[in-house]
């Protein structure tokens, strides 16, 4: 599965000059103390989230697909009082995910986003985007098609039709 290349053990026994694996053995030691620091950030984060301020607004945010502990928090911290946004299209262009607007005399056109505004914010934003339309797209038909085959095969067969858009991913 690829992971074992993080051992030490296995570049131990590779055919390497002993300069490799002495670098080979930094790069994990490395590995495994950003491991721990993650999870111990992680694990932190965890523990403010069931805090005030936080502990009001994150189980509203982790019901929403493709946001978790994490993304809920970075949310809530880089938005702050959320009372300070008049409107949704000022948290928008906080945020910087209004779309580009090019205006000339009579003619509109509009772009991609402005990025402008809260980098973290927007990352989180995008990124539970990401995760909520590939756990419909890609998760899901895989999750039908695990609770189908054994039907298809008591019944002796059968055919899956899975339909989609190359323009949806």
């Known amino acids: 599965d690829g992971r074992g290349a993080f051992e030490p053990e296995y570049w131990n026994h590779l055919d390497l000059p002993q300069v490799e694996k002495l670098r080979a053995r930094h790069a994990s ?45 970075t949310i809530l911290s880089a938005v702050g009082e959320i009372g300070r946004f008049p409107s949704s299209k000022k948290l928008v262009g906080y945020a910087g995910l209004g779309a580009r607007v090019y205006a000339s005399g009579e003619t509109t056109r509009t772009g991609g986003i402005t990025k402008q505004g809260r980098r973290e914010l927007r990352c989180a934003m995008i990124e539970a985007d990401w995760d ?5 797209m890609l998760k899901a038909p895989i999750l039908a098609c695990k609770q189908t085959i054994p039907h298809m095969i008591e019944q002796g067969g059968g055919s899956i039709v899975n339909t989609s858009s190359v323009h949806g991913v």
């Open 132 to 136: 909520a339309m590939y756990a419909v």
């Open 29 to 73: 030691e490395e590995i495994e103390q950003l491991t721990r620091q993650v999870q111990e950030a992680e694990e932190a984060i965890s523990q403010s989230s069931a805090q005030q301020p936080w502990a009001e607004n994150v189980p509203y945010l982790i019901q929403l697909p493709g946001i978790g502990i994490i993304t809920a928090m």
